[in-house]
């Protein structure tokens, strides 16, 4: 919660926005009390977190013609070219097998988004890749780690599909990868693609 936290006061200081946090499970309400346009952007990836999706999915504003909820963020090259840099932070060398860590998918649109980050990453990295799941879906991100040492790659980092860290991080650490990357934020660009993603839902809504 405090990295969200502090994710959002990064947003806010930009100053381009009125940013209100809503992390822990209040957003339908307080997107009731408010009597103004709402723009909600979520704060993690497509396949990051399917609690937060399953929630996300719940804000009811078909009803409000001056709110907007924009879909998470997905593979992009910015995202993908940030992964790398995390990995080579870690002590991933290029070349190196990767297991790209995913918490879960919801749905088919999720699924194509976390494969499709997959083959970016395969192609930027010079390296193959395997998704790997934490909680959700098969293959696990133990069963991908040891299949990739099956296939006779003895280094193996694991990258996860994450904005901000949390226990699904920590869990990472027991899977038996030589490295595994930090998440996304803290970096600049999380806040600009976020803010990005307000500014083409506000435009869309003043059309």
Avoid: C, K
Wanted: no cysteine; charged share 25%; net charge negative.
């Amino acid at each position: 919660m405090d990295a969200l936290n502090e994710l959002a006061n990064a947003a806010a200081a930009r100053n381009e926005v009125e940013v209100i946090p809503a992390f822990d499970g209040d957003a339908a309400a307080l997107i009731e009390e408010l009597e103004r346009s709402v723009i909600a952007v979520p704060a993690f990836l497509a396949g990051e977190d399917t609690a937060s999706a399953h929630q996300f999915a719940t804000l009811d504003l078909d009803n409000r013609f001056d709110s907007f909820a924009v879909e998470p963020l997905g593979a992009a090259p910015s995202i993908v070219a940030h992964l790398v840099r995390r990995l080579e932070s870690a002590g991933w060398r290029r070349g190196e097998a990767v297991v790209l860590a995913v918490d879960g998918v919801t749905d088919a649109e999720e699924r194509t988004e976390v494969e499709l980050a997959a083959r970016m990453l395969r192609r930027h990295a010079e390296a193959p890749v395997q998704v790997g799941y934490v909680r959700a879906s098969d293959p696990s991100a133990l069963d991908a780690v040891e299949r990739m040492r099956r296939d006779g790659r003895d280094r193996v980092a694991v990258a996860p599909w994450r904005l901000v860290g949390g226990t699904d991080h920590a869990l990472l650490r027991e899977v038996g990868a030589t490295a595994v990357a930090d998440p996304l934020w803290p970096a600049d660009f999380v806040v600009e693609a976020l803010l990005a993603q307000h500014r083409a839902a506000a435009t869309r809504l003043r059309a």
